[in-house]
């Protein structure tokens, strides 16, 4: 089993910053992507970012790309997403999930283990 608790989310002005982390613990050995996901108010998950463990070789979608770092550290076993520029259109539940799976990191499904969630809302 793995648990993961994300941190860091709240309420931000459009155009400020939040970051957010992501602790994994328990059996991590074999996670190839941690990846961050978000979810806003009746609409479907989607994919924000993942990182790969061991390379560092890291991916986005097009609406964050450019204003959204995702980065590790692997010494503290931690992953962190740094959002600036934020928009009222990224308000949402953000969630870390981690995947043992080599490929389609964009894809929810793809996912095995998924953190609680943590609330970002952006005000304009």
């Known amino acids: 089993q793995v648990q993961l608790v994300e941190s860091g989310g709240g309420l931000v002005q459009a155009g400020g910053s939040l970051r957010l982390s992501c602790a994994p613990s328990g059996r991590t050995f074999s996670s190839v992507y941690m990846g961050w996901f978000r979810q806003a108010p009746g609409k479907k998950r989607e994919f924000v970012a993942a990182?790969?463990?061991?390379?560092?070789?890291?991916y986005y979608a097009d609406s964050v790309k450019g204003r959204f770092t995702i980065s590790r550290d692997n010494a503290k076993n931690t992953v962190y997403l740094q959002m600036n520029s934020l928009k009222p259109e990224d308000t949402a539940v953000y969630y870390c999930?981690?995947?043992?799976?080599?490929?389609?990191?964009?894809?929810?499904?793809?996912?095995?283990?998924w953190g609680q969630g943590t609330q970002v809302t952006v005000s304009s």
């Open positions: 999930a981690t995947t043992s799976s080599r490929y389609y990191y964009s894809i929810a499904g793809n996912y095995d283990y």
């Open positions: 990182i790969s463990w061991s390379r560092g070789s890291t």
